[in-house]
Each structure stands twice: as C-alpha cells, then as structure tokens.
C-alpha cells in the first residue's frame, strides 16, 4: 500500500476500514460481547489493512490523511465492534506522539512499529486532568518517579505499550513517559504498579483497569514529551474530537440496521442530523466549550438512534446478546467514556430539559 500515491492509498484505507468493520468486526462484535476478549485476528486485521498508523504524517511513514479523513474511519471502524475501535483508537494518540516528539532515540525506537501495528499502545493520561492531580511525577537524578491512579486504562495485556502522563510536582508541567507494558509489574518492582480489573457493563473486551502506580522509575529515555498545563488542555480539543468519532460510529450501525428493518425514512433522518452533529464538532476545534456542547449533542443522538432501532425490532430488542441490546448499552459507554465533568453536565442538563450556558 505504501508504494500508492497519496489519493489512492488514502481511498484504499478507506475502503478497508469499510470491508474489515462490516466483514471482520460485526459479526463478530456479539461474540466479543458475550466473551469479554477481542480476538487476536481483529488486531492482525487492522495491522494488516495499514490502519494502526492513520493518524501518522507521511515523512513518519503515514499516508499523509486529512484530520476528517481520519475521523471517518475512525466512526467506520466504531460501527463495526466498539470494544475492538475503542481500545485501537487508544493507539493514534501515541503515534502522534511519537512522530512529534525531540526525543530521537525514542521515536527511532517505536515509531515505526506502532504505525504499522507491530506493537499496539494504550494510553493513560485522565491522571493529569483534574486538579490536584490523580498523577504526579517528582524529579530524580536521571529522570522521574511516577506515583499516583489512572482509573480507566484500555488494553490491559493487549498492548504493548502504555503513555502514561503525569503532573511535575514542582511546575505543574504535564510528563509523558512511553512504557513497555511488559516491564511495569517487574519482580523488582512487586508493587510499583497495581492492576485491578474494572468491570464494565458494555465494552467489557476493552480490558479496562483501574491502574495504581507506586513509586514507579521512570528513566529521561522513556520521556517522549514536556508540555506547560495550559498547552496539555489546549492540545486536548484534538483528543476530545477523536473520542467524539464514537457516538457516530454507533448512528452509522443503528442507521444500518433501521435499513434492514425496513424503517429506512428514519434512518435517512437520523444520518442527516449526524452530518449536521458532526459539522458542529468539527467547527468547534478551536473552542472547548462549543466542542464539550457539540460533543454532547453527538452522545445523546447515538442514544436516541439505539432507541429508534429498539423501538423498530420491539422485543426482539429485550433478548440478551442481540444487536439492539448490545449496542443500547454501549450508548451507555459513550455517554461517560473518555468524557469530562463539563461534559457529563452538559447531558445532565439535556436529558433533565434544562437550559445551559450556551
């Protein structure tokens, strides 16, 4: 695929994201639902088709894609297994990471295999976000000592590394280390990290843990990035626009299946007002709290497009591992995952029917 020209390659992950979402994912994603494990032939799929490293510039061996481009096989891949695109999703925020970071060694060391899906990452970085920290990091001789909790970390012995930020004690400033994850429970350092399984009612087969880090090394080598607080919450408009590729990724899959239902004038609407959804996402970039709004708008759209599909299949909808039932509670996931309290208000007050501030 690399050897393509830019159009085309860009047109060709296109329509593998489409063939591995609709062929490979979803007729599986029941299946996954009901195990709690994402097979390993999901992550070889995606390998595979060139889409672990979407979101990496060309001169970092990407395909160059425009940010929209991204985002669409972002919601694409969502609509075909939500646990599968979730935790996969936890990769880009690592290759761009690395493809923007000065520490050469690190990014000649990793970035290569993360962005053809060699090595898989997760993220871990809600740590940071409230205030004080959940995450801090205190200065050594010859790098850091993390300390601290990550309540929701995705892909728990499934990848391969973990970006784990952290707060400087002493600045404020916002650290992010790249770690094997192979290393953190070390028999050196029995409990320097703690795991503990969180149990989730949708998207279980995210692996989800509850991460606490005790005194945990962290050497200036694994070091990919040092940002001021104000430039880590200006940067996350990007990280908030990813995330919000999840609720269209369930209207995409409720739309489908109303088509297959034979309530297709609903469909239709419902895929209008997802395009309207999304324009306004899109045009929030540069403005938190119009992006927090247009964020929630998009959450509670998926939530009513689930509950048009539980209405069209009416019974059949209340049978535990159907389709419609899996993916009214994934609306649940989307709801609160990857969301912040400005957000978790902002629904608050839509479903309550109250005015906010906008």
Same mark, same amino acid.
């Given at each position: 695929?690399?050897?393509?020209?830019?159009?085309?390659?860009?047109?060709t992950l296109r329509t593998e994201a489409l063939r591995v979402a609709d062929d490979v994912l979803f007729p599986a994603a029941a299946g996954v639902d009901r195990t709690g494990v994402v097979p390993s032939s999901h992550w070889r799929a995606l390998a595979d088709a060139g889409l672990y490293g979407i979101a990496a510039p060309v001169e970092a061996g990407g395909p160059g894609l425009e940010f929209g481009e991204v985002t669409e096989i972002l919601e694409v891949l969502v609509s075909g297994c939500l646990s599968t695109?979730?935790?996969?999703?936890?990769?880009?925020?690592?290759?761009?990471?690395?493809?923007?970071?000065?520490?050469?060694?690190?990014?000649?060391?990793?970035?290569?295999?993360?962005?053809?899906?060699?090595?898989?990452?997760?993220?871990?970085?809600?740590?940071?976000?409230?205030?004080?920290?959940?995450?801090?990091?205190?200065?050594?001789?010859?790098?850091?000592?993390?300390?601290?909790?990550?309540?929701?970390?995705?892909?728990?012995?499934?990848?391969?590394?973990?970006?784990?930020?952290?707060?400087?004690?002493?600045?404020?400033?916002?650290?992010?280390?790249?770690?094997? +994850?192979?290393?953190?429970? +070390?028999?050196? %350092?029995?409990?320097?990290?703690?795991?503990?399984?969180?149990?989730?009612?949708?998207?279980?087969?995210?692996?989800?843990?509850?991460?606490?880090?005790?005194?945990?090394?962290?050497?200036?080598?694994?070091?990919?990035?040092?940002?001021?607080?104000?430039?880590?919450?200006?940067?996350?408009?990007?990280?908030?626009?990813?995330?919000?590729?999840?609720?269209?990724?369930?209207?995409?899959?409720?739309?489908?299946?109303?088509?297959?239902?034979?309530?297709?004038?609903?469909?239709?609407? %419902?895929?209008?007002?997802?395009?309207?959804?999304?324009?306004?996402?899109?045009?929030?970039?540069?403005?938190?709290?119009?992006?927090?709004?247009?964020?929630?708008?998009?959450?509670?759209?998926?939530?009513?497009?689930?509950?048009?599909?539980?209405?069209?299949?009416?019974?059949?909808? %209340?049978?535990?591992?159907?389709?419609?039932?899996?993916?009214?509670?994934?609306?649940?996931?989307?709801?609160?995952?990857?969301?912040?309290?400005?957000?978790?208000? %902002?629904?608050?007050?839509?479903?309550?029917?109250?005015?906010?501030?906008?």
């Amino acid at each position: 695929m690399s050897n393509q020209d830019p159009a085309a390659r860009r047109s060709t992950l296109r329509t593998e994201a489409l063939r591995v979402a609709d062929d490979v994912l979803f007729p599986a994603a029941a299946g996954v639902d009901r195990t709690g494990v994402v097979p390993s032939s999901h992550w070889r799929a995606l390998a595979d088709a060139g889409l672990y490293g979407i979101a990496a510039p060309v001169e970092a061996g990407g395909p160059g894609l425009e940010f929209g481009e991204v985002t669409e096989i972002l919601e694409v891949l969502v609509s075909g297994c939500l646990s599968t695109a979730f935790t996969w999703l936890q990769h880009h925020g690592v290759v761009i990471s690395l493809s923007r970071t000065p520490n050469r060694s690190l990014r000649d060391e990793l970035l290569e295999p993360t962005v053809t899906g060699r090595l898989r990452a997760g993220v871990a970085y809600a740590g940071v976000v409230p205030s004080p920290p959940r995450m801090t990091a205190t200065r050594t001789d010859d790098g850091w000592v993390f300390t601290g909790h990550a309540p929701f970390v995705s892909g728990w012995g499934t990848v391969d590394l973990l970006q784990i930020s952290a707060r400087d004690t002493e600045t404020d400033d916002v650290i992010a280390a790249i770690l094997p +994850t192979a290393e953190l429970p +070390t028999a050196e %350092l029995p409990t320097a990290v703690r795991a503990s399984p969180v149990e989730l009612t949708a998207a279980a087969a995210t692996s989800t843990v509850s991460l606490q880090v005790d005194g945990l090394p962290v050497p200036d080598a694994r070091v990919v990035s040092r940002v001021s607080i104000d430039e880590f919450f200006t940067n996350q408009n990007v990280g908030v626009r990813l995330n919000g590729t999840l609720p269209f990724g369930l209207v995409r899959r409720c739309t489908a299946l109303l088509d297959v239902a034979g309530r297709a004038p609903a469909a239709r609407r %419902l895929r209008e007002r997802a395009d309207e959804a999304r324009m306004a996402l899109d045009s929030a970039m540069d403005d938190a709290t119009a992006l927090s709004a247009a964020r929630a708008d998009a959450a509670r759209l998926a939530l009513e497009a689930v509950a048009a599909l539980v209405a069209a299949r009416g019974g059949e909808a %209340l049978l535990r591992g159907s389709d419609a039932e899996r993916l009214f509670r994934e609306a649940s996931f989307i709801l609160v995952a990857a969301s912040r309290p400005e957000l978790k208000d %902002l629904l608050v007050r839509r479903f309550a029917g109250e005015p906010d501030s906008r």
